[in-house]
């Protein structure tokens, strides 16, 4: 899929179904993907609605940074 020249990417010949049949994905039942019924690798425990303990202990520690402006700061050109 990293191939420079796209005509060569995996996927180009034969659609999707070039890229399922890539040894990667020959223990998946695809069949199952597709119908929603594979049950995920792996269920979080959540606590809660704001319970974090499943994030990255570094991730938390960043603190946080504003991603709405105030309404008085947006400038609309």
């Known amino acids: ?3 420079k020249d796209r005509k060569e ?3 180009q010949k034969m659609d999707v ?3 399922l049949e890539h040894p ?3 223990d998946i039942d695809i069949s199952s993907v597709l119908k929603k019924s ?3 690798p792996f269920v979080p425990i959540i606590k809660g609605k704001k319970d974090l303990s499943n994030f990255d202990s570094e991730i938390l520690n960043r603190g946080l940074v504003e991603s709405i402006l105030p309404q008085e700061k947006i400038k609309i050109i």
Do not use: V, Y
């Open 1 to 3: 899929m990293l191939k």
């Open 24 to 26: 990667w994905f020959s």
């Open 9 to 11: 990417r995996l996927g």
């Open 17 to 19: 179904d070039e890229i």
């Open 38 to 40: 594979l049950p995920a």
